[in-house]
């Protein structure tokens, strides 16, 4: 009921005068608002999908429901912290012809995410009959990399849209809100029905197609400036 809740309201305020203004500005500085919006979906989506499938496949490593979930939720959102403060460090977000750092980002979540669907399970078994301690010092562990990764998108479409005012800022938080809510409920319908590997898959094909998005929209970004 909930996420019904949220996809009712979206409808009934996309037609608001919020909407005009954010279009009006996307046509303006020539970035197209699809582009913008299906961006940060695909990072609300992406994002939950992870979080969600690691809780349950964690439980099997730390044993214990609330022991995983607070690893898992601290892991991925202390290191996507982390992440987010590197990529301002980094210049990744930087406009310009010659900046590829931004790259970086989603080749991560692609490299990380494809270590731990080849190696995740043995890597459980290695530490299954150690102390709870040590189980959750090694989930956390094996969460960083990939939260690390994930925490730099954000700010990175955050910057390429900081031009087109604050409508544009604030439509991007509700589309990722609202493909929050909606992709905690496909995560648990899809972990059912096709298993937790292929939902995972589904994550990381939310980055991969969020990166072709935010490619676009900073070669329409250089275009106009």
Request: proline share 3%; with cysteine.
């Amino acid at each position: 009921r909930v996420w019904l809740l949220h996809v009712l309201l979206f409808i009934f305020f996309f037609n608001d005068t919020a909407t005009t203004e954010i279009y009006t500005l996307s046509l303006h500085d020539a970035l197209p608002i699809s582009s913008v919006l299906g961006y940060f979906a695909c990072l609300g989506l992406g994002f939950i999908i992870f979080e969600l499938v690691f809780i349950q496949k964690f439980m099997k490593l730390v044993g214990y429901p609330l022991y995983t979930y607070t690893v898992v939720v601290f892991g991925f959102l202390s290191s996507a912290g982390i992440g987010s403060y590197a990529s301002e460090k980094m210049h990744m977000a930087d406009i310009s012809s010659s900046n590829k750092r931004w790259l970086l980002a989603f080749a991560g979540i692609i490299l990380w995410s494809a270590v731990l669907l080849k190696f995740g399970s043995g890597w459980f078994q290695v530490f299954m009959a150690m102390p709870i301690w040590i189980r959750m010092l090694a989930a956390y562990v094996m969460i960083i990399p990939l939260g690390f990764f994930l925490g730099m998108p954000f700010p990175l479409g955050i910057v390429a849209i900081k031009d087109l005012g604050s409508a544009a800022v604030a439509w991007s938080w509700a589309m990722n809100a609202l493909f929050t809510v909606i992709g905690g409920l496909a995560s648990v319908v899809t972990s059912i029905y096709w298993g937790f590997n292929l939902t995972l898959l589904m994550g990381v094909a939310a980055y991969a197609l969020a990166a072709i998005l935010l490619s676009r929209m900073r070669s329409l970004s250089l275009g106009a400036a």
